[in-house]
């Protein structure tokens, strides 16, 4: 139960790798995928070094060699007639290898070679994996690129599609092996394949709703670019062409694609900056900004498109029509989760900006069902992050609008008040919409007071964000996305003078205001004040001065009370 096993990825020499081989019991060599023929050199080395020195070992070693069904992609079936033409393990010693893969048929008999029996101090045995898949996809992530980008309108087949393919899950070929080193089967060779006797086409349209073979792939051009060969002076990297070349371009693909989908929701009070922050993390991550009346208005469009085509419009599109002013709530969860369910959702991700709000209306978005097909679809990181700021901030943040814009966001001070004071209610309910995220165990993120008028640009929340959400995992921009966004921020960083010393002018005069203001109020104040004044000076301040001057004569032990009784005797 203490032992580790020693998995050896990068070694200086062949005698540290032979001195911690030795160090095994057993002994695993992958030449299943996307290996080098120094690879297969150098697991045929170690077997020869083991086998030279199994005399000298105290107990048995097991060597597994994983190696392809590609050594059996020639070999044809005894009964050609037979309806199914299956292969199984017994015949092995009839495979034959496609052309590429001799070199892993010769490691496999060198394995197959080896001595039998317990007695033997060193036990081979080869598995045959199919076409492996899961965890991050390796030989078919070409069609998941394609499907999850989402560049082309069909997924593309190569051939005919028909060819049935051997596949397994990789965690199951681990399950294979963990299997052989348990129960030291008496078979030799095993195939490690699933049930499943899928064609490349049901591959591709298990990935893929409507796959077809793309024309570019049928282009018959043969074209010679003399002008860059014989005139330019190029440091090629690729001269020779991407077939000689595809060990060095699939090693930058790995080192600069990574991808993983981000699904955020942003709560907080209106008002609180949700808006502009989801815009500037969607900018981040490339990823989608779920805004509910955007997303109203686009599917009256959809809606209205497909009425056109069909030459009459549909109930649902006059419906939606009629109340996209004030939609109901459960319409707004049909069009949210059918947006939810979108290939670009699922694929890149979302920030859904203000909307749910109750524990209700997040329960029928996120719905037992639509949930679990949610959360299958795609491996996801969810984060909740709570914007929050004090009322009085809020409500001067409101105030400092223009009022077009105020009346645009509908922050005018009666409808402003009544939303801050509805979502303080719902934060005070028995059921949250922040109970409901934690139950479902995701991770609540809450961002404190972020409203400053010394960070009008978040630059600290989305800080703070992007170390809890981490670097942005996805195919990056586009050459004219890239072109866009510094474009964009060329236009920031001229803009960014003007606009601060535009804002310090607001503030100046704002200041300036608010002392007149209060200059006047004092001298106000003064004005109503002075009939008071004079009366005191007149009437009262006399008699109390006579009283004050009796009572430094008489020294009574109670001076306070003496001036009382004094003042209202007289």
């Known amino acids: 139960a203490d032992l580790k096993p020693v998995i050896i990825r990068d070694t200086p020499t062949r005698e540290e790798l032979f001195r911690r081989l030795l160090e095994c019991d057993v002994v695993i060599y992958n030449i299943s995928e996307k290996v080098s023929p120094e690879q297969i050199d150098e697991a045929t080395w170690a077997l020869s070094a083991l086998q030279a020195e199994m005399g000298t070992f105290k107990s048995q070693k097991i060597f597994i060699l994983v190696s392809t069904v590609m050594t059996w992609a020639l070999t044809k079936p005894q009964n050609p007639e037979a309806t199914d033409g299956l292969l199984t393990e017994e015949e092995f010693r009839r495979r034959r290898p496609h052309s590429d893969f001799k070199n892993h048929h010769s490691l496999e008999k060198l394995v197959l070679k080896l001595a039998r029996g317990k007695k033997s101090k060193l036990c081979g045995y080869v598995v045959a994996a199919g076409l492996q898949y899961g965890m991050g996809e390796n030989l078919l992530h070409f069609f998941f690129k394609a499907s999850w980008l989402m560049q082309f309108p069909k997924l593309p087949i190569f051939g005919d599609g028909l060819n049935h393919i051997p596949m397994i899950h990789v965690l199951d070929l681990g399950g294979v092996i963990q299997n052989i080193i348990e129960l030291l089967p008496k078979s030799k060779y095993i195939l490690a394949v699933d049930n499943c006797k899928s064609t490349l086409k049901d591959v591709v349209q298990a990935i893929a709703m409507k796959p077809e073979e793309l024309e570019y792939l049928k282009v018959d051009l043969r074209l010679d670019a003399f002008i860059i060969m014989d005139s330019f002076i190029i440091n090629w990297r690729c001269e020779s062409g991407i077939v000689e070349n595809m060990e060095s371009i699939v090693e930058e693909y790995k080192t600069h694609r990574q991808l993983l989908s981000v699904k955020i929701c942003l709560v907080g009070p209106p008002a609180v900056g949700k808006t502009t922050v989801a815009e500037k993390i969607c900018r981040h991550y490339q990823i989608h900004h779920i805004k509910i009346k955007e997303m109203i208005e686009e599917k009256i469009k959809q809606l209205c498109v497909r009425s056109a085509d069909r030459g009459f419009r549909t109930g649902e599109a006059d419906l939606l029509v009629v109340c996209s002013g004030q939609l109901d709530t459960h319409l707004i969860i049909e069009v949210l989760q059918e947006k939810l369910k979108s290939k670009q959702c699922i694929n890149q991700g979302f920030v859904l900006d203000g909307f749910p709000e109750t524990y209700e209306e997040a329960k029928n978005i996120f719905s037992s069902e639509f949930y679990l097909f949610y959360i299958g679809q795609i491996f996801i990181r969810e984060f909740i992050f709570v914007l929050e700021a004090a009322d009085d901030v809020l409500v001067k943040r409101v105030q400092g609008l223009p009022e077009s814009e105020a009346e645009k966001k509908h922050y005018t001070q009666d409808e402003f008040t009544s939303r801050l004071m509805r979502y303080r209610q719902l934060c005070n309910a028995e ?90 109020e004092e001298e106000l104040l003064k004005i109503q004040s002075l009939p008071l004044r004079n009366y005191l000076m007149k009437y009262v301040m006399p008699k109390i001065t006579e009283a004050m001057v009796d009572c430094s004569k008489n020294k009574p032990e109670d001076p306070v009370d003496f001036l009382v009784c004094t003042v209202c005797l007289t």
Do not use: C, H, W
């Open 431 to 520: 059921d949250t919409l922040l109970n409901y995220f934690d139950e479902l165990e995701i991770l609540l993120e809450p961002m404190g007071t972020i409203v400053s008028a010394d960070d009008p640009e978040y630059t600290g929340v989305m800080k703070t964000i992007t170390e809890i959400i981490g670097a942005p995992k996805n195919y990056g921009r586009s050459p004219e996305e890239q072109e866009e966004e510094d474009r964009r921020k060329e236009a920031e960083m001229k803009q960014k003078p003007a606009a601060e010393a535009a804002e310090r002018k607001r503030k100046n005069e704002a200041q300036e205001n608010l002392t007149e203001v209060r200059r006047q």
